[in-house]
Structure formats: structure tokens, C-alpha cells
């Protein structure tokens, strides 16, 4: 296990991004259209970079957090729990325009996701001028991390913001109708995290997930157009990554699977933390992927009781 009494960076990562509620269904058995079918809902706090910055602070990382949340209870509460993780939240915008977000998701009765729907309209509110007042939050980061549910003008004053303070750039594509906001930014990003189907819209070419080498090189080439770290998660077949000192491929770990929402949050957030703390790529990955798996197994969007010692205990 490796000793952080040294490495971890007393600089907090910058997170910007979505957050709301989850409502998951999980199906009982093959679902039938135009009825009700049995199942169980439950409901947790989500967002992509709502539950990297969670993860982040449950693995001992300091972490500043910009989004925006409806001035109704739901966002109140999520503040307060983000809080009480360790996620400083002074500079989340609270609004009356918009409730916080909501995110929908069915999964069938082994954890596949059946499809979901998401409406963020309040994280359309983190203008350019918003996150411009909030400079000194970029100037002071030791890495920044962001979703694509963001607007395009909002991430490129992002980018523009994270060069003046001369930040590394994490981000994840989020959904194959947002990846392509990234695009124009593929070489100025230290890692992106898609899945195979953001990675098709990245790289203009189909990626099937059941084929890792065929991820891998689309992984390669993702490189090539100048991110320096990119991981494609693969569901059940694992994670292949690619920088400019190499690649690999780390499988799954078998595990059953109550709800797959959050699992690749937890990954992304652990390589950030490797990153931060000089862990090599494949220890980081393989770490990522251990918390993938845990998360994989808990009915919510993040491990409450999520460690390094855990993700250890989990290789």
C-alpha cells in the first residue's frame, strides 16, 4: 500500500459540474410497456461531479465544489451532506429559477441500465461570469475536474481560467449527447474518462465495449490528439487506458451489481487521487476499478464508507 504521509496534495481539486438527486428503479423481472411493473426505487444524492467530489473527500482529498442547486429542501440537504463528507460547498450557487436537478434511471433485475433521463436545467445557470468571480478557487487547485453537462460557454471559460492558472484538466463526457463539447479541448486535458459509446463520438468511429483492443486503440488515438491520460470504461469487461508512456487493460471485478449509477464517478475520482499522490497509471487504474466494484455493490451513488484501505482490501 502506498504511504501518503508525504504525497497527498494539501491543495484541494477543483470540481465543477452537476448535482441533484438519483431516483433509481430497479425491475424485478423483464418489464412490460404501458403498465406497472414491480421493482425498488430508492433515491440518493448524484450528479457526475457531485459524486467526484464526494469520492474525492472520502479518500482524504480536499475538494472545492462549484455547481448550482434550487433554493428547495432537496438542495439544502445535499449541501449539508456534501459538507459533513468534507466537500467545501461555499461557492455553489443556490437559485430560485430552477429545483435542483433530477436524474431518472431504470435498471433491469442483474443492474444494467435500462435508460435514464436527467433534467439539470439549474446547471445551465454556472455562467462565464459566475465562474470568473470565483478565479481564485482555479489559482490556488492542484487539479480540476469537470462534466460536460455543462455549457459550452461555461467550459471554455473553464479552459480558459484552468491555462491563466496553469491547472491540469480532468474531465468526463457524461453522455454520448454531450461528449462532443470536449472536442475542441482533447489537447489541453490531462485525462478523460469515457465510456465506449462517448469514446465513439470522440473518435468519429464505433467502439464496441466487448472488444478491449479495439478500445484500446481508440484510447491510443485519443492520446495522439493530445489528452495525456484516457480510460474507456468497458461495463463488465473492465478499463483500457493509454498515455504516452503506455497502456494496458484492467478487467472487472466480478461483483453483483445493485446499481451501476455512480460506479464510473468512483473510478474517475480514484485515478484523480492516484494522479495527485504519484501512484503509477496501471496501480491507479486497478485502484479505480476496486472502487468501481464497491460501488457497484452499494445502493447509492457513493461509498459512504469509501478508504484507500478499503479499495486495498478489494483488489
Same mark, same amino acid.
Given at each position: 500500500?502506498?504511504?501518503?504521509?508525504?504525497?497527498?496534495?494539501?491543495?484541494?481539486?477543483?470540481?465543477?459540474?452537476?448535482?441533484?438527486?438519483?431516483?433509481?428503479?430497479?425491475?424485478?423481472?423483464?418489464?412490460?410497456?404501458?403498465?406497472?411493473?414491480?421493482?425498488?426505487?430508492?433515491?440518493?444524492?448524484? @450528479?457526475?461531479?457531485?459524486?467526484?467530489?464526494?469520492?474525492?473527500?472520502?479518500?482524504?482529498?480536499?475538494?472545492?465544489?462549484?455547481?448550482?442547486? @434550487?433554493?428547495?429542501?432537496?438542495?439544502?440537504?445535499?449541501?449539508?451532506?456534501?459538507?459533513?463528507?468534507?466537500?467545501?460547498?461555499?461557492?455553489?450557487?443556490?437559485?430560485?429559477?430552477?429545483?435542483?436537478?433530477?436524474?431518472?434511471?431504470?435498471?433491469?433485475?442483474?443492474?444494467?441500465?435500462?435508460?435514464?433521463?436527467?433534467?439539470?436545467?439549474?446547471?445551465?445557470?454556472?455562467?462565464?461570469?459566475?465562474?470568473?468571480?470565483?478565479?481564485?478557487?482555479?489559482?490556488?487547485?492542484?487539479?480540476?475536474?469537470?462534466?460536460?453537462?455543462?455549457?459550452?460557454?461555461?467550459?471554455?471559460?473553464?479552459?480558459?481560467?484552468?491555462?491563466?492558472?496553469?491547472?491540469?484538466? /480532468?474531465?468526463?463526457?457524461?453522455?454520448?449527447?454531450?461528449?462532443?463539447?470536449? /472536442?475542441?479541448?482533447?489537447?489541453?486535458?490531462?485525462?478523460?474518462?469515457?465510456?465506449?459509446?462517448?469514446?465513439?463520438?470522440? /473518435?468519429?468511429?464505433?467502439?464496441?465495449?466487448?472488444?478491449?483492443?479495439?478500445?484500446?486503440?481508440?484510447?491510443?488515438?485519443?492520446?495522439?490528439?493530445?489528452?495525456?491520460?484516457?480510460?474507456?470504461?468497458?461495463?463488465?469487461?473492465?478499463?483500457?487506458?493509454?498515455?504516452?508512456?503506455?497502456?494496458?487493460?484492467?478487467?472487472?471485478?466480478?461483483?453483483?451489481?445493485?446499481?451501476?449509477?455512480?460506479? @464510473?464517478?468512483?473510478?474517475?475520482?480514484?485515478?484523480?487521487?492516484?494522479?495527485?499522490?504519484?501512484?503509477?497509471?496501471?496501480?491507479?487504474?486497478?485502484?479505480?476499478?476496486?472502487?468501481?466494484?464497491?460501488?457497484?455493490?452499494?445502493?447509492?451513488?457513493?461509498?459512504?464508507?469509501?478508504?484507500?484501505?478499503?479499495?486495498?482490501?478489494?483488489?
Amino acid at each position: 500500500m502506498v504511504d501518503l504521509s508525504t504525497s497527498l496534495s494539501d491543495a484541494p481539486v477543483l470540481v465543477i459540474g452537476s448535482a441533484g438527486v438519483d431516483i433509481i428503479g430497479r425491475l424485478d423481472r423483464q418489464s412490460l410497456s404501458g403498465t406497472s411493473n414491480p421493482g425498488h426505487i430508492r433515491t440518493s444524492f448524484g @450528479g457526475v461531479a457531485r459524486n467526484v467530489a464526494e469520492n474525492l473527500a472520502r479518500l482524504g482529498q480536499p475538494v472545492n465544489f462549484i455547481s448550482v442547486v @434550487g433554493q428547495d429542501t432537496i438542495g439544502v440537504d445535499l449541501l449539508h451532506q456534501l459538507e459533513s463528507a468534507g466537500v467545501d460547498v461555499s461557492a455553489v450557487l443556490r437559485t430560485n429559477k430552477h429545483s435542483t436537478g433530477t436524474y431518472l434511471g431504470v435498471v433491469n433485475s442483474i443492474g444494467e441500465l435500462q435508460f435514464g433521463i436527467n433534467d439539470l436545467r439549474a446547471t445551465s445557470l454556472l455562467s462565464p461570469e459566475y465562474l470568473r468571480k470565483h478565479i481564485d478557487l482555479f489559482k490556488n487547485a492542484s487539479m480540476l475536474f469537470f462534466d460536460a453537462n455543462l455549457g459550452r460557454a461555461a467550459i471554455k471559460t473553464i479552459m480558459s481560467l484552468a491555462n491563466r492558472a496553469r491547472l491540469k484538466v /480532468c474531465a468526463d463526457p457524461t453522455s454520448i449527447f454531450l461528449a462532443d463539447r470536449l /472536442c475542441p479541448y482533447m489537447s489541453r486535458l490531462s485525462l478523460i474518462t469515457p465510456n465506449s459509446s462517448e469514446a465513439s463520438v470522440l /473518435c468519429g468511429n464505433p467502439v464496441d465495449a466487448s472488444q478491449f483492443r479495439e478500445a484500446m486503440e481508440t484510447a491510443k488515438f485519443l492520446v495522439s490528439q493530445g489528452a495525456d491520460v484516457v480510460l474507456i470504461t468497458l461495463a463488465e469487461f473492465g478499463v483500457v487506458y493509454a498515455s504516452s508512456e503506455g497502456s494496458g487493460h484492467v478487467p472487472s471485478i466480478r461483483t453483483k451489481i445493485l446499481d451501476p449509477t455512480g460506479a @464510473g464517478d468512483a473510478l474517475t475520482a480514484t485515478v484523480i487521487f492516484s494522479m495527485l499522490n504519484n501512484i503509477s497509471l496501471d496501480d491507479g487504474v486497478r485502484l479505480g476499478v476496486s472502487a468501481a466494484s464497491l460501488t457497484l455493490h452499494h445502493s447509492g451513488s457513493v461509498r459512504p464508507d469509501l478508504s484507500l484501505e478499503l479499495l486495498y482490501e478489494h483488489l
